[in-house]
């Protein structure tokens, strides 16, 4: 017998250890995609349909090899083993043009590769960096009807000092300004009168749109009235009234709120012509 017979045997042995265990290491993005995406079903489905008929180390390469057939790989391969353990890790590794088409299927934004990605990463953390300055703001007004964003260091604008005199003393004025923002939750009521025609007309309307609401609520807002939804004739009324509001009307309010916060108010006296 021959070293060369003697390795071919003890490989065999040693191919023959039963696994135990399987460490798959997948990308990590692929992790963060919801368990019911497509892509990851896909990939989980390969993994488990490919691992029923393992029962020893010899075994592995058939296991890679049905996990690479899978189309949405690019390529599986056998790291290492423990053979005392019956531990086998494996690396997955998927096209990279998979990231950016998921990328894109997940955030509505198109991405090709890396050239896109980085404008569109620059942007999102600008947006995001805006966003954080009024996010208080808006959960103020969510709860409350009220939110103001306060002003940054970077906005407030400094005044020259002033040597002021109040009865025999002097002392320094200082005066400092700086923008903030104030939103209001208003509720917008809108109404859609559709004209039918006769009273039988109008009935036969009413109990359409009752039966819709009762089959599914959601669904009576896909009602087709004259040719539009109902959804779309209500958002048109919510948008007409918003649209109204005159600007010297935005201008009086704006004053007004100036008003009180730097002169302060104790009541509020409000006329509408």
């Known amino acids: 017998i021959t070293e060369e017979n003697i390795k071919e045997l003890l490989s065999d042995v040693l191919m023959g250890f039963p696994v135990r265990e399987i460490g798959i290491k997948l990308p990590k993005w692929l992790a963060s995609l919801d368990n019911d995406h497509y892509l990851k079903k896909q990939v989980f489905e390969a993994v488990r349909t490919s691992a029923e008929n393992i029962s020893c180390m010899g075994d592995l390469d058939s296991f890679t090899g049905k996990i690479g057939q899978c189309e949405s790989v690019s390529r599986c391969s056998k790291d290492k083993t423990e053979l005392g353990s019956g531990t086998a890790y494996v690396t997955v590794e998927l096209g990279q043009e998979l990231f950016y088409k998921v990328l894109g299927e997940t955030t509505g934004i198109e991405l090709s590769d890396e050239g896109d990605l980085m404008p569109c990463m620059i942007e999102l953390a600008r947006i995001k960096k805006e966003y954080e300055k009024v996010s208080t703001a808006l959960e103020q007004v969510r709860a409350t009807g009220y939110g103001i964003v306060m002003p940054s260091a970077e906005e407030l604008t400094l005044e020259e000092p002033e040597i002021v005199k109040q009865g025999g003393k002097f002392g320094v004025r200082l ?94 006296i409000c006329l509408i012509l």
């Open 175 to 268: 005066k400092a300004s700086a923008p903030s923002i104030h939103m209001t939750l208003a509720n917008i009521n809108t109404e859609v009168n559709p004209i039918v025609g006769s009273e039988k007309q109008s009935e036969d309307l009413v109990r359409y749109l009752l039966r819709e609401f009762e089959e599914n609520p959601t669904k009576i807002w896909e009602s087709n009235i004259f040719g539009k939804s109902l959804h779309e004739l209500v958002n048109e009324g919510l948008h007409n009234k918003l649209s109204r509001m005159p600007d010297d009307a935005r201008a009086k309010l704006q004053e007004a709120i100036q008003r009180i916060i730097n002169d302060g108010c104790n009541g509020l």
